[in-house]
């Protein structure tokens, strides 16, 4: 994880990293806490906090189902994807 090198180690930031490694990708809490290997209500936790800033945004993919992707359209998430990738290339 690129922003742990950087920040402390958070289960927020490997979330918010999954998105970020995979900006186009809807992806369900199952399959990120799978991606980073962490318990699911933990992860479960974190994306309320990421949907209150306007980084990720819930699609409903069925009835009781949902998926979250990162929000591109935000300003910010632009910006958080910028200075990721140039991160990135350093690596």
Do not use: C, H, Q, W
Request: proline letters at 4%.
């Amino acid at each position: 994880m690129i922003l742990n090198k950087i920040f402390a180690d958070s289960l927020y930031l490997a979330v918010l990293e999954t998105f970020l490694e995979n900006p186009t990708e809807a992806m369900s809490i199952t399959n990120i806490s799978r991606r980073i290997n962490k318990n699911v209500g933990s992860v479960f936790r974190i994306i309320p906090e990421l949907k209150k800033r306007n980084l990720v945004k819930e699609l409903k993919v069925s009835p009781k189902r949902y998926a979250y992707k990162l929000n591109t359209n935000e300003p910010v998430v632009a910006k958080l994807l910028d200075f990721y990738n140039s991160l990135k290339s350093l690596d």
